[in-house]
């Protein structure tokens, strides 16, 4: 198979993008903002009209989605709950959308199916950043998930703890800084600090652009 094409849409600083070209896939990124450090190529838009575009999704062989997650993450759910109303769930829109279009697609999202769960332990990663990932229009097992060794680094409840895993999100209290981020995620062509709270590392995405590669070839040789 020649090298298949992906999009990459709400595509951010480009967590996922680099995971699929590290899986061998050619990458498209696409998001309403303009993103001057995605290290991809890139194309500003409104990812919900590409989502509607079929013809144009049908041009690439597999589409990777990250709709907005504050409105469902953890964070959100907890110390920030008074917050939810401000964010907007893309998730109901997109999942249906991806569907209909037909083309293997991925939605990761805190709403979406698990059905597969990565953490960073699974990839000898200083963060844990649990993610969920919807398989649209093809399937792959789940990985087992691993032990992890100890606990995330940071003040909890007037406590410090210290441990082989660093917070990933916001400032203050023991989390990461932007250096720190960068090398527990495996990121080096960012280093803004909201970029990097918002990214998956690459190494999620090489592992399930990995299976998707399989599946797009055994379909492809009937």
């Not at 298949?4 to 996922?16: E, Q, V, Y």
């Not at 709709?67 to 709950?81: D, E, R, V």
């Not at 691993?146 to 007037?158: E, F, I, P, Q, S």
Request: charge should be positive; aromatic fraction near 10%.
């Amino acid at each position: 198979m020649s090298r298949p094409r992906i999009l990459d849409l709400f595509c951010c600083s480009g967590g996922a993008g680099v995971g699929y070209a590290r899986a061998g896939f050619d990458v498209v990124g696409v998001d309403i903002q303009p993103r001057p450090r995605y290290p991809l190529p890139f194309v500003q838009a409104d990812a919900l009209d590409v989502l509607r575009d079929v013809d144009y999704l049908r041009q690439f062989h597999a589409v990777h989605t990250s709709p907005p997650c504050q409105a469902k993450c953890s964070l959100t759910k907890g110390t920030n709950a008074a917050m939810a109303e401000r964010y907007v769930d893309l998730y109901p829109i997109v999942a249906p959308l991806l569907y209909a279009a037909g083309v293997p697609g991925v939605i990761e999202n805190p709403a979406a199916r698990a059905d597969v769960v990565l953490c960073g332990e699974m990839f000898g990663l200083g963060v844990l950043r649990h993610r969920r990932f919807e398989l649209a229009n093809w399937v792959t097992s789940k990985p087992k998930h691993v032990k992890h060794r100890g606990r995330v680094r940071g003040w909890r409840h007037g406590q410090y703890h210290d441990g082989p895993y660093i917070a990933a999100y916001g400032k203050g209290g023991g989390k990461g800084s932007a250096s720190e981020i960068q090398e527990a995620m495996g990121i080096t062509w960012t280093d803004v600090h909201e970029e990097l709270t918002e990214a998956i590392p690459p190494a999620y995405t090489e592992w399930i652009g990995g299976r998707l590669m399989k599946h797009l070839t055994a379909a492809e040789t009937g």
